[in-house]
């Protein structure tokens, strides 16, 4: 009944996407709106058909239903219930059934917001290429990797259950779905960025059509990114939380692409430049998501994040290469419609500033991208194995870091068009007082090192002049100053500058040994004291776990762990963390002793600040909702021309900006 059900709603949602895709196609090209809109009711055959798939594999998976292959290999009868539902996306068919569930909702929602407009050519453009999108990827379960395939030969009675480190933290439900939140959400602007390419509105009127959908898409990634850091910190037991492994790499790439567009997207908005800059970004955001499906689902890496399956490697890869070169030739061929109708007409501007950070950003993810794949590129030209390791990321990237947190600091006191240097000086004034004061206090108090003085300095600098735009909005325009994307983006701004003090601090200032003690004993190591009471002995019905009970400081016990799983081929470790906002005592249990009475040996890491990256994450989610909460309207002025949706804002300022350039400048606003 599952296998039917669901194989039947994978059928249902790739014929409603094949179905509805065409029938807008064609009725644009005909002329028949009447077919748009008919077209675009496909929506909810997709949705349907989604649904019913993810409920049929939610039911097999909850009632071991192992005539399926995929429950027959993720599932068990003593896996928790958490975890025989988070097993739909703990292998590659069911991660990519949670793709189509993903992206069937922000089809329908985009099909909601829009429905008052359905045979607008825009918005039918982008839903033909939202539902094409929808076509692959259901097409791809259905004929490379079919989650309701069923078990060959004789059905098992029971299963290994999901991968141990994917059934070991509750962090699992959460990390993968808000991750493919983001990931699938930059459909939405991508497919009206294909639109207005191929209708020819290229100005700005589709920009306010997406900004919001990019928005939460760019915001539901950053968390699914944050929880991941975090999921491999409480997990793994290696210490770490960013070890620039390919998978975490192939989601940061569409990250930092996003994170460019939504700061170059104000400046179109504004001035009506930067538009083959903002197009170029969005289509390389989208190509990069899928991208990280193929490094992920691919198998073509070595990674615990990564799924190890070559069946849909080829079309994947033929997929990114379609929109690559498909997106190319429609940017070729509206290159004349691209040109800006303004220029930049001071390098001191936040225009320019913002140009200058596009720059970055590009180079970041290049740096990225380069390390990420040349290992694979190596391998297919001539067999060689390369891996290209942290050293070169945090070497490569370090400098083009400082100069975003510099840039950050710098951009949002910036006004539009040009500024004298003494405005720049007086606004400036304050976040750079409190930078120096912050490198003095760090050297007094003994801190040393090139890399976490700068991001110290520069976080202060960043998050002093954050704080200043944020007064200046708020004495404006009281509580309300806090929306918008001029008060959220400050919010957002602090949270960036928490990750990266967090970043820094951990990075540079840990401290880890090893310490081998008998039951009783104490250890001293840097400030605190370790005392080894014993070993439990744990028995659940999935696994089996010896746990260390190590007191630190006299006061509360901790277990690290060492779990034995009966599928697993060897001993799978937990450590245990103790959080403050000051630092982290990270313990591991490497091992159990030989035979009962032998010392144990206890791993201990000290990490400062690692918990500001967590709330940095959490300050970055408050900042997106607030960036996406309506704030002042900015008058604006239709320039003549052949295209009447190209508004651009007007280029006075107004508001508490206007009120700060009068006092500083003298000027009647």
């Not at 939504?262 to 955001?285: D, F, K, P, Y």
Request: proline letters at 6%; hydrophobic letters at 50%.
């Amino acid at each position: 009944m599952n296998a039917a059900a669901g194989l039947s709603a994978l059928i249902l949602a790739f014929a409603g996407a094949v179905l509805g895709g065409g029938q807008i196609a064609v009725g644009l090209l005909r002329g028949r709106p009447n077919l748009v809109r008919a077209g675009r009711t496909y929506a909810w055959v997709i949705v349907a058909g989604a649904v019913i798939a993810t409920v049929a594999m939610q039911h097999a998976l909850i009632t071991h239903d192992f005539r399926l292959q995929y429950v027959a290999n993720n599932d068990s009868t003593e896996t928790p219930l958490v975890y025989r539902i988070t097993a739909m996306w703990s292998n590659l068919a069911g991660s990519i059934l949670l793709w189509g569930l993903v992206l069937s909702g922000w089809i329908a929602a985009t099909s909601l917001r829009f429905r008052r407009r359905a045979a607008d050519p825009l918005v039918a453009w982008a839903t033909a290429v939202q539902f094409a999108v929808a076509a692959f990827f259901f097409g791809l379960m259905l004929f490379a990797s079919n989650p309701f395939t069923l078990t060959k030969g004789r059905i098992p009675l029971d299963g290994p259950g999901p991968d141990p480190l994917l059934a070991n933290h509750i962090l699992v439900a959460f990390h993968p779905p808000l991750l493919y939140l983001g990931l699938v959400g930059f459909t939405v602007p991508f497919s009206f960025a294909i639109a207005s390419l191929i209708t020819g509105r290229v100005g700005e009127g589709w920009l306010v059509e997406t900004r919001r959908w990019t928005l939460f898409s760019w915001g539901f990634l950053t968390i699914g990114v944050v929880l991941g850091a975090w999921w491999s910190y409480e997990v793994l037991g290696w210490g770490g939380y960013w070890a620039w492994d390919p998978v975490e790499n192939a989601a940061f790439l569409p990250w930092i692409t996003a994170t460019a567009y939504l700061h170059s997207v104000m400046v179109q908005e504004r001035r009506g430049m930067l538009r083959v800059w903002n197009l170029a970004l969005l289509v390389s955001t989208f190509s990069l998501t899928i991208l990280a499906t193929f490094l992920t689902r691919s198998g073509v890496i070595e990674s615990v994040h990564s799924f190890n399956n070559n069946g849909i490697g080829p079309a994947l890869l033929a997929f990114f290469a379609v929109i690559v070169a498909s997106s190319v030739a429609l940017l070729a061929w509206r290159g004349d419609r691209l040109r800006s109708p303004g220029s930049i007409a001071s390098p001191i501007s936040r225009e320019a500033a913002f140009l200058t950070n596009n720059l970055l950003f590009g180079a970041f993810a290049l740096v990225v991208l380069l390390g990420t794949v040349f290992p694979l590129i190596a391998q297919a030209v001539n067999g060689s194995q390369i891996t290209v390791g942290a050293p070169y990321f945090d070497r490569m990237t370090m400098p083009l870091v400082v100069c975003i947190l510099f840039l950050m600091a710098v951009a949002p006191v910036l006004p539009w068009r040009q500024t004298t240097a003494g405005l720049v000086r007086t606004r400036l004034f304050w976040p750079a007082a409190v930078a120096v004061a912050t490198l003095g206090a760090c050297v007094i108090g003994g801190l040393r090192g090139l890399n976490p003085l700068l991001a110290f300095g520069l976080g202060a600098f960043a998050g002093t002049s954050a704080l200043r735009q944020l007064f200046i909005e708020v004495r404006g325009r009281g509580l309300a100053g806090f929306t918008g994307p001029s008060g959220g983006g400050m919010v957002v701004h602090l949270g960036v500058v928490l990750i990266a003090v967090g970043f820094a601090a951990s990075h540079s200032f840990s401290h880890s040994t090893q310490l081998t003690l008998k039951q009783g004993q104490s250890a001293a190591f840097d400030g605190h004291t370790f005392t080894y009471e014993g070993i439990n002995q744990v028995a659940t019905p999935t696994h089996t776990a010896e746990e260390a009970v190590v007191v630190v400081d006299g006061g509360q016990a901790y277990n690290p762990a060492v779990n034995n799983y009966p599928f697993a081929q060897e001993a799978i470790g937990t450590p245990s963390v103790k959080s403050s906002l000051g630092e982290d005592i990270y313990l591991t249990f490497p091992s159990t002793p030989a035979k009962p009475g032998d010392a144990a040996v206890i791993g201990v890491i000290i990490e400062p600040l690692v918990s500001w990256i967590w709330i940095g994450g959490g300050v970055i989610l408050a900042g997106t909702a607030l960036s996406a909460w309506p704030g002042r309207r900015r008058r604006r002025t239709t320039r003549p021309g052949p295209e009447a949706e190209s508004e651009v804002p007007s280029e006075r300022p107004s508001g508490p900006e206007a009120d700060e350039v009068a006092a500083e400048v003298g000027s009647p606003t």
